[in-house]
């Protein structure tokens, strides 16, 4: 959910590791950015000392987006170097992010600007809702303590362009849950599951989670709880552990579903008249104004 309405002094903060923002005293928690490590790489997911946070729209706070443009406009006025952008565009993880930065500031009228970042929202909110189908879809499986071949299946008709078959997938499921259960397994890592991963690396999380409802009763998925990070996928793993009905589980996720694509929309739409009134060259005040009026 989102907070309360923001003032000036709050959308001035600035964003941690951004290639030209210094860091703030009061930073805004935007997401380290990396590479995710693939379920099937457990070597390497060993290795690594904390789960990835790659930036996502969809998990931002309407007012740290909304002062990161706000630190572009700032930037823009103070040091007058549009190449800095180049840099911006370079380094964010973000997608919509990156799409504005590339076609705001390039030579396309505004119009159409504002047409490609309808287009662009549109291709990644489609992306999202997929995945969370995918994870509604096999949380109310274990939720009805279903066949987790029958649960593949029904990953494997959303999946997009994936050559993932139902063998390999569950010889990665089944290498996941020896990892999950080695000494030093990074577990934080290794148990996330959200909406940012590919399909593959999706549909096997999701597989072993499955797996394990089924070999050991749904009640022993609250072991996995402690290492999960606040999600939907979280939320739906909880009420699974704790006897829910699968019908009341599956509606919940798609309320939980709904809510997210909805404040990502209004999110992308703030970002991108942000972005166009800082193109057209409006003052500081006027591209905040533009902020406040996505905001309750």
């Known amino acids: 959910m989102e907070s309360k309405q923001a003032g000036p002094e709050t959308h001035r903060r600035e964003r941690r590791n951004s290639v030209f923002l210094p860091p703030a005293s009061t930073p805004i928690p935007w997401p380290s950015q990396g590479a995710r490590p693939h379920p099937m790489d457990h070597k390497d997911a060993r290795d690594q000392n904390t789960a990835p946070n790659e930036l996502d729209i969809l998990e931002m706070p309407v007012e740290a987006l909304a002062a990161y443009w706000l630190s572009i406009k700032k930037l823009l006025d103070t040091k007058r170097d549009k190449a800095l952008l180049a840099a911006e565009m370079e380094n964010t993880g973000e997608r919509f992010i990156r799409h504005l930065l590339d076609t705001a500031f390039s030579s396309l009228d505004q119009e159409l ?8 929202s549109q291709t990644l ?17 274990m939720a009805q303590n279903e066949n987790p ?12 362009g994936t050559t993932l ?9 089944y290498g996941l849950m020896s990892t999950v259960g080695e000494k030093d397994a990074n577990l934080p890592l290794l148990l996330c599951v959200d909406h940012k991963q590919k399909d593959d690396r999706l549909a096997v999380k999701l597989l072993f ?18 290492h999960l990070k606040p999600s939907p996928f979280a939320e739906g793993v909880s009420l699974a552990a704790d006897g829910f009905e699968a019908e009341f589980v599956s509606s919940h996720l798609a309320a939980l579903r709904d809510h997210a694509l909805s404040g990502a929309r209004r999110k992308m739409r703030m970002a991108t008249e942000m972005c166009l009134a800082i193109k057209a060259g409006l003052p500081y005040d006027d591209v905040f104004r533009v902020a406040r009026s996505f905001m309750v």
């Open 113 to 120: 600007v504002r047409e490609l970042a309808r287009a662009k």
């Open 125 to 141: 909110l489609a992306e999202a809702r997929r995945r969370f189908e995918m994870i509604r879809l096999a949380l109310t499986g």
């Open 149 to 160: 071949r029958l649960t593949f299946i029904r990953l494997s008709g959303l999946m997009g």
């Open 165 to 173: 078959t139902e063998k390999r997938a569950f010889e990665l499921a």
């Open 209 to 226: 989670y499955a797996l394990a409802a089924r070999r050991n009763g749904k009640q022993a998925l609250n072991e996995y709880l402690p």
